[in-house]
């Protein structure tokens, strides 16, 4: 059994997990638990900050006896360590604070002190280790250097070992680094296109192909062939399809992959897409970015403008996929200013258009949102299938 730490948006990040691994169970409003043997990689995944193998269950109790538990166990089984451990500890759902969790530590490493092991203690500046911190201290990735991440849930408690944080800093040098880039066509952060294309779920084939009809820069398509799909993308613009080229050149060469692409120009609601198409995963036409919350007319003509554009886009894809393939698409969903926000007609409706939607049994809404606080234009995650 695993547990996962979710991101910003935990309905997303836990909707993510089931598409891939099916058994997943809300733990707390930030945690997951993943019931399966195979092992996760925590850098194919957009939406969970760290993700651990649990070792201890425990009974809801307070920090003090949850951290003589903890030390109990760990001056046992440190203890038949040879050489030098590097620990962190973490802490989430407990009101503790950071100095009581590293005397947790210390205590730990002076019962130590007459066995073969010796460990070194990562500080804690805040109660919870940040992913940055735990990544560059390699933690969960050797035997010997070792996060143990304390998470108080609905019903109980566990102490799991990390097996890996989200690599923050290669995520970021992926969206900046890159040779193309135009903030007019929006930002589609790397972590994202990893959330959407996961929640195609697992893709069969030798070498699946994903489908992006309106790729822009190609950040979709740059995170496919880095999940080791082959990538097919179309724009209406010759300058998006330009960008995408050397934007995934600049990745293959940095990224050394074997995956093979194709980008042609295309109006997604009238283009013929070439066979064979796995899955269609694609950040759909926004409309016009907006800072403040636009006038009621205004919002009615660019929400109408959208929905008839992703609307004739569906339209134009249903006959040329084959029943059961997954299509995710990002669509625009306004925010007012107080987190109520303004959906597509269509998102009512896509049964009328052909589609259905793939039912998830753990995300807690039915509105799968990625905004960010001060943004207007949020993102609504559809997940769908042309019906069986």
Same mark, same amino acid.
């Given at each position: 059994?695993?547990?996962?730490?979710?991101?910003?948006?935990?309905?997303?990040?836990?909707?993510?997990?089931?598409?891939?691994?099916?058994?997943?169970?809300?733990?707390?409003?930030?945690?997951?638990?993943?019931?399966?043997?195979? %092992?996760?990689? &925590? *850098?194919?995944? +957009?939406?969970?900050? #760290?993700?651990?193998?649990?070792?201890?269950?425990?009974? /809801? =109790?307070?920090?003090?006896?949850?951290?003589?538990?903890?030390?109990?166990?760990?001056?046992?089984?440190?203890?038949?360590?040879?050489?030098?451990?590097?620990?962190?500890?973490?802490?989430?759902?407990?009101?503790?604070? %950071?100095?009581? &969790? *590293?005397?947790? +530590?210390?205590?730990? #490493?002076?019962?130590?002190?007459?066995?073969?092991?010796? /460990? =070194?203690?990562?500080?804690?500046?805040?109660?919870?280790?940040?992913?940055?911190?735990?990544?560059?201290?390699?933690?969960?990735?050797?035997?010997?250097?070792?996060?143990?991440?304390?998470?108080?849930?609905?019903?109980?408690?566990?102490?799991?070992?990390?097996? +890996?944080?989200?690599?923050?800093?290669?995520?970021?040098?992926?969206?900046?680094?890159?040779?193309?880039?135009?903030?007019?066509?929006?930002?589609?952060?790397?972590?994202?296109?990893?959330?959407?294309?996961?929640?195609?779920?697992?893709?069969?084939?030798?070498?699946?192909?994903?489908?992006?009809?309106?790729?822009?820069?190609?950040?979709?398509?740059?995170?496919?062939?880095?999940?080791?799909?082959?990538?097919?993308?179309?724009?209406?613009?010759?300058?998006?399809?330009?960008?995408?080229?050397?934007?995934?050149?600049?990745?293959?060469?940095?990224?050394?992959?074997?995956?093979?692409?194709?980008?042609?120009?295309?109006?997604?609601?009238?283009?013929?897409?070439?066979?064979?198409?796995?899955?269609?995963?694609?950040?759909?036409?926004?409309?016009?970015?907006?800072?403040?919350?636009?006038?009621?007319?205004?919002?009615?003509?660019?929400?109408?403008?959208?929905?008839?554009?992703?609307?004739?886009?569906?339209?134009?894809?249903?006959?040329?996929?084959?029943?059961?393939?997954?299509?995710?698409?990002?669509?625009?969903?306004?925010?007012?200013?107080?987190?109520?926000?303004?959906?597509?007609?269509?998102?009512?409706?896509?049964?009328?258009?052909?589609?259905?939607?793939?039912?998830?049994?753990?995300?807690?809404?039915?509105?799968?949102?990625?905004?960010?606080?001060?943004?207007?234009?949020?993102?609504?995650?559809?997940?769908?299938?042309?019906?069986?």
């Amino acid at each position: 059994m695993h547990i996962a730490l979710l991101g910003r948006q935990p309905a997303l990040s836990i909707a993510e997990l089931e598409r891939l691994y099916g058994s997943v169970l809300w733990f707390s409003d930030t945690a997951a638990l993943i019931d399966t043997n195979q %092992p996760i990689d &925590i *850098q194919r995944l +957009g939406g969970s900050r #760290k993700i651990g193998k649990i070792v201890l269950t425990l009974p /809801l =109790r307070d920090w003090r006896t949850t951290s003589m538990k903890l030390v109990q166990h760990y001056a046992k089984s440190f203890a038949e360590y040879d050489g030098k451990i590097t620990l962190g500890i973490s802490t989430y759902g407990f009101d503790v604070s %950071p100095r009581e &969790i *590293q005397k947790t +530590g210390l205590i730990l #490493k002076n019962k130590l002190k007459n066995t073969n092991a010796s /460990l =070194r203690l990562i500080p804690n500046q805040e109660s919870a280790l940040s992913t940055a911190t735990a990544h560059h201290n390699k933690l969960g990735l050797s035997a010997n250097k070792i996060e143990l991440m304390v998470v108080r849930g609905n019903s109980n408690i566990v102490i799991a070992e990390s097996t +890996g944080a989200q690599n923050i800093t290669a995520l970021a040098a992926r969206d900046q680094g890159r040779p193309r880039r135009d903030a007019f066509v929006g930002m589609l952060p790397p972590k994202l296109a990893q959330i959407m294309i996961n929640l195609a779920g697992p893709l069969d084939g030798p070498t699946p192909r994903v489908l992006d009809p309106f790729c822009g820069t190609g950040v979709l398509l740059q995170e496919a062939l880095l999940l080791g799909y082959n990538a097919y993308g179309t724009d209406l613009a010759e300058k998006m399809v330009r960008y995408s080229q050397d934007n995934l050149t600049w990745i293959k060469d940095k990224a050394h992959l074997t995956s093979e692409w194709t980008l042609a120009e295309g109006d997604a609601m009238t283009t013929s897409w070439q066979q064979p198409i796995s899955a269609v995963v694609a950040e759909t036409y926004l409309g016009q970015p907006f800072s403040a919350p636009p006038s009621s007319a205004k919002l009615t003509e660019v929400r109408g403008n959208c929905n008839h554009i992703i609307s004739q886009f569906l339209k134009n894809l249903l006959p040329q996929i084959e029943p059961g393939t997954p299509v995710v698409i990002g669509v625009p969903a306004w925010n007012d200013g107080t987190d109520h926000f303004t959906h597509l007609p269509l998102v009512e409706s896509v049964e009328k258009l052909g589609y259905e939607q793939i039912p998830l049994r753990t995300a807690r809404n039915e509105q799968l949102l990625y905004f960010r606080p001060e943004q207007v234009v949020g993102r609504e995650i559809l997940i769908l299938r042309k019906p069986i």
